[in-house]
């Protein structure tokens, strides 16, 4: 189990926002590190068991701007639909983080309200970086090499470029896998895919962790699709295509460089399963509409 506090020292309890975890986080020896902050959840780096073995934790606080039974019915519905539906991938073959852990109800607050802390759901920590910094970092080392010449930028094919076109591949067959079973992220973007760096990986149970592997700017590893908080179940092409569009236009707009390597993400795609030759149809019907939307203000 993680160490706890029996008598925890208040002087030293950790600082906003950690001080506003739920138990027994606001109380661990070793406090969880912050890692990202969006509308509804925050995302923390602790430990499961034992600090061996590293997980992530998505903390939904208590909106007090809500009525207190809404909160607490709506964070229950987010965290448990979440929850199921990584269950579910991880079952179906889908690659994504594996759930250890949750509580949609959190600890009473208290106070006239009896407003609650809040819930949470702990993960499987993924080793690695989102797809969206390793790739910039792929296109400031290529920008780099093209400038002194060690890389000729007419040359269609040469092995630099080839690990993006591999890596956008397995882009399309995560993302084909995760429609093939009925499932729509909702929310595509390469800041939501995981590049799990086996290098690091390895190191890291083998105790030989160095600086250098962790700077590793390769394009190496499995793609890992991570955020389903705005995940749906659907069958129908149409959800489909849109969740295609939103990272299409995401990728466009944070890689405009390397805009023309998404034609390798929706090839893929197109051969990752049965019905993607149709989804990919509706896309085109999808873009018309957003150019239409887009011409008109």
Not at 34 to 54: C, D, K, M, N
């Amino acid at each position: 189990m993680a160490k706890l506090i029996v008598s925890p020292d208040l002087s030293s309890r950790p600082s906003t926002p950690l001080s506003l975890l739920p138990s027994p986080f606001n109380y661990l020896e070793d406090p969880p590190r912050l890692v990202t902050q969006g509308a509804e959840a925050i995302v923390y780096r602790t430990h499961f068991l034992t600090s061996a073995h590293p997980c992530a934790l998505k903390y939904r606080p208590s909106k007090s701007w809500r009525h207190p039974i809404l909160d607490v019915r709506l964070t229950r519905h987010r965290i448990l639909s979440e929850a199921r539906t990584l269950v579910r991938c991880r079952r179906e073959g889908v690659s994504v983080p594996g759930v250890l852990g949750l509580d949609w109800e959190g600890g009473e607050v208290g106070g006239p309200t009896g407003r609650r802390s809040g819930g949470w759901m702990m993960m499987e920590w993924i080793e690695g970086d989102t797809v969206r910094n390793a790739f910039n970092r792929w296109l400031k080392e290529r920008s780099v090499s093209v400038k002194d010449g060690s890389e000729q930028p007419d040359s269609p094919k040469v092995p630099f470029e080839e690990d993006a076109i591999k890596l956008m591949k397995r882009i399309g067959n995560a993302v084909g896998r995760l429609h093939n079973i009925g499932v729509v992220h909702g929310d595509l973007t390469t800041s939501n895919l995981m590049l799990r760096n086996t290098k690091v990986q390895e190191a890291h149970k083998n105790g030989s962790l160095s600086p250098a592997t962790v700077a590793d700017t390769s394009l190496d590893g499995d793609i890992v699709l991570i955020d389903f908080g705005l995940a749906t179940q659907s069958v129908q092409e149409e959800d489909k295509a849109v969740d295609l569009y939103v990272l299409e236009r995401a990728f466009g707009s944070t890689h405009p460089t390397a805009e023309k390597l998404f034609d390798d993400v929706l090839e893929a795609y197109g051969l990752s399963y049965k019905g993607a030759s149709v989804v990919l149809k509706r896309l085109e019907e999808v873009r018309m509409r957003g150019r239409k939307r887009s011409m008109l203000g």
